[in-house]
């Protein structure tokens, strides 16, 4: 059966530091990945989308790449600071539909002062 | 622009009632998602309309959920009869054929049934 899966349910960081987020996927080659934030309270929030053929994406500290033989993503935060600190998802279409997200259950990031 | 209109914020009924939850989504906007998510599951989609026509309801968990789109400018999702395993946080998403598959989150309505 198709599945998405997000490394561990929570990773704690220092503040300055890199944050390294996994999405790994099974049984299905998407066209395209999604990364969302959410945070207590509140509904996600989109950051970023990359597409099959692209190997990298940024967009300030933010950086995304997606490995279509190893079928995984990494997100990648730099010079993370406290207010990072949220649930981050990660999104495949795994349809076809181009529109049906299946979402990770998240990594709840924490960076500590 | 506002964002994703959801009301109520929460809600809290006694099992076997009947339950409303409303969405306005982003103006010009012609997709339209239903979410649930709890601790167990996570996030799952449970509809999504374009241009106001039900897509697919394949993770529409039972008969006893429903939803509809009357209009571009709101959706509602019923449950009835209500149970206690309904309880959970009920997303309403939208997005646009012309930007792109982002999906643009309302704030939720929290569902307690007692």
């Known amino acids: 059966s198709q599945k998405i899966e997000q490394n561990s349910e929570a990773l704690n960081i220092q503040e300055g530091k890199t944050a390294t987020l996994t999405c790994n996927y099974t049984?299905?080659?998407?066209?395209?990945l999604q990364w969302y934030r959410q945070d207590p309270g509140r509904g996600p929030v989109f950051l970023l989308l990359?597409?099959?053929?692209?190997k990298e994406k940024r967009k300030e500290r933010l950086k995304v790449t997606f490995d279509t033989t190893l079928k995984q993503s990494l997100f990648h935060i730099t010079a993370s600071q406290p207010a990072d600190s949220a649930t981050y998802l990660c999104?495949?279409?795994?349809?076809?539909?181009?529109?049906?997200?299946?979402f990770g259950s998240g990594t709840q990031l924490t960076v500590l002062p | 622009d506002a964002g994703v209109i959801q009301s109520p914020r929460h809600e809290v009924t006694e099992m076997g009632q009947e339950v409303t939850l409303r969405c306005k989504p982003i103006?010009?906007?012609?997709?339209l998602f239903w979410y649930r998510q709890t601790m167990m599951r996570g996030l799952e989609l449970l509809i999504y309309?374009?241009?106001?026509?039900?897509?697919?309801d394949s993770g529409m968990p039972e008969d006893r959920f429903s939803a509809k789109m009357p209009n571009a400018s709101f959706s509602t999702l019923k449950i009835q009869p209500s149970e206690p395993r309904d309880s959970a946080v009920y997303f309403c998403?939208?997005?646009?054929?012309?930007?792109?598959?982002?999906?643009?989150f309302g704030p939720g309505t929290r569902l307690l049934v007692l």
């Open positions: 049984n299905y080659s998407p066209a395209y």
């Open positions: 990359i597409r099959e053929n692209e």
């Open positions: 309309f374009n241009n106001n026509v039900p897509i697919d």
């Open positions: 103006s010009g906007h012609d997709y």
């Open positions: 998403a939208s997005g646009t054929s012309v930007s792109g598959e982002t999906q643009y």
């Open positions: 999104a495949l279409d795994m349809s076809g539909s181009a529109r049906q997200l299946t």
